[in-house]
C-alpha cells in the first residue's frame, strides 16, 4: 500500500512538471503582446521609435525576404528597450529578428548578431552564444562577430582561462591582420595576471604600427606598475 502511494505520488510530479513544461513552452511560441502606445507618453522619440517598429512589422508580412524591415522594426523596439529598460521591449525586438533569421535560413550575420545582443540583455545566454557562433561560421574572418563571442565566453558564462585564450587563437588564425583580437586579449592578459603575455601582444601592436609610441610607453609602464604591485 505505501509503495503504491509512493508510485502515485512520484506520477503525479512527473505530471506536474510535464504540464508546467508544455505551458512554458506554448507561452514563448506565443507572439509577445505589444504595449499600448500610451505607455510612451511623453518621450516623442520613443512614440517615434513605436511608431516606426509597427510600420516595419507590417512591412514584413507583405515582403518576409527583405532584412531592412527586420533591421528597422527590431532596432526600433531596442531602442525603446534600451531607454525604458524593461524586458517585453527587448523579446519584441528579439521576436522580430528571430523571425529574419528563420526567413533568411541562419545565413544573415546582421541579423545573428543583433539578435545574439538582445537575447543577451534578457539573460538568454545559450541562445546568444548559438547566434554568434553561427556569424562565425558565415564570416570567420570577422573580428567582430569573434568579439562578441569572446566577450560573452568572458562576462556571461565566465569561462576558464584555458578557453577563452583558445577562442581568441582561434580566432586570431582566421582574421587577417585582427589589430582588435589583439587589444582585446591583451587587456584580458592584464586581468588575469600574465603580464609577461600583456607585453609580448602590446609590442605586437607597437611593431605593427597599431599604436604609438606614447601609447605603448604608458600601457607598458602600467603593466609594469600592475606587475610589481601583484608580486
Given at each position: 500500500m505505501q509503495a503504491e502511494k509512493k508510485?502515485?505520488?512520484?506520477?503525479?510530479?512527473?505530471?506536474?512538471?510535464?504540464?508546467?513544461?508544455?505551458?512554458?513552452?506554448?507561452?514563448?511560441?506565443?507572439?509577445?503582446?505589444?504595449?499600448?502606445?500610451?505607455?510612451?507618453?511623453?518621450?516623442?522619440?520613443?512614440?517615434?521609435?513605436?511608431?516606426?517598429?509597427?510600420?516595419?512589422?507590417?512591412?514584413?508580412?507583405?515582403?518576409?525576404?527583405?532584412v531592412v524591415n527586420y533591421v528597422v522594426a527590431g532596432n526600433a523596439w531596442k531602442l525603446i528597450a534600451d531607454s525604458v529598460r524593461e524586458p517585453v521591449w527587448y523579446r519584441l525586438s528579439l521576436e522580430v529578428y528571430d523571425q529574419g533569421i528563420a526567413a533568411t535560413q541562419s545565413k544573415n550575420s546582421l541579423l545573428l548578431t543583433n539578435a545574439g545582443q538582445i537575447a543577451e540583455e534578457l539573460g538568454e545566454f545559450d541562445k546568444a552564444k548559438k547566434y554568434y557562433q553561427i556569424s562565425i561560421d558565415l564570416a570567420p574572418g570577422d573580428a567582430n562577430y569573434h568579439l562578441l563571442y569572446i566577450k560573452l565566453l568572458k562576462n556571461k558564462y565566465h569561462a576558464s582561462e584555458q578557453e577563452v585564450l583558445r577562442a581568441y587563437d582561434i580566432a586570431m588564425s582566421r582574421v587577417v591582420g585582427g589589430a582588435d583580437l589583439v587589444s582585446s586579449r591583451l587587456q584580458y592578459l592584464k586581468s588575469i595576471g600574465r603580464y609577461q603575455d600583456a607585453i609580448d601582444d602590446l609590442e605586437l601592436l607597437y611593431k605593427n604600427k597599431i599604436i604609438t609610441s606614447e601609447q605603448y610607453a604608458g600601457e607598458h609602464a602600467e603593466i609594469e606598475q600592475l606587475k610589481s604591485t601583484h608580486k
Open positions: 508510485r502515485l505520488f512520484l506520477i503525479l510530479i512527473i505530471g506536474i512538471l510535464v504540464c508546467a513544461a508544455i505551458a512554458f513552452f506554448v507561452a514563448r511560441s506565443r507572439p509577445v503582446a505589444v504595449p499600448d502606445r500610451s505607455v510612451l507618453n511623453g518621450k516623442s522619440e520613443l512614440q517615434s521609435a513605436y511608431d516606426q517598429a509597427r510600420e516595419y512589422t507590417g512591412k514584413i508580412s507583405k515582403n518576409p525576404q527583405e
